[in-house]
Nanobody
Framework: QVQVVESGGGLVQPGGSLRLSCETS????????MSWYRQAPGKERERVAA????????TYADSVKGRFTISRADAKNTVYLQMNSLKPEATAVYSC????????WGQGTQVTVSS
């Protein structure tokens, strides 16, 4: 069964950090570039970070560059998103997926940045 399961979200104060995880199954994880996305209330889903199959190249949305880090552990079929210096505008549901031929979206993990 092909699926992605996100975890690690929560409530954090501005300036805080969170590490999100996305465990995948049902496809050959190491063959695919992966991305993290987020969707805030009333807004469209946007890509915040991506990582190539090898992990050698990462890209970020301008709004998170320098504060978020995407990484992958192929032995665990998992992609991570380390989020530092969080701002209230980062509040959203965060999801992951393959860059090419995305699979069914998981439920995502809620991140709320608020004092």
């Amino acid at each position: 069964q092909v699926q992605v399961v996100e975890s690690g979200g929560g409530l954090v104060q501005p300036g805080g950090s969170l590490r999100l995880s996305c465990e995948t199954s049902g496809f050959i994880f190491g063959n695919y570039a992966m991305s993290w996305y987020r969707q805030a209330p009333g807004k469209e889903r946007e890509r915040v970070a991506a990582i190539t199959q090898s992990g050698g190249t990462t890209t970020y949305a301008d709004s998170v560059k320098g504060r978020f880090t995407i990484s992958r552990a192929d032995a665990k079929n998992t992609v991570y998103l380390q989020m530092n210096s969080l701002k209230p505008e980062a509040t959203a549901v965060y999801s992951c997926n393959k860059v090419i031929r995305p699979v069914a979206w998981g439920q995502g993990t809620q991140v709320t940045v608020s004092s």
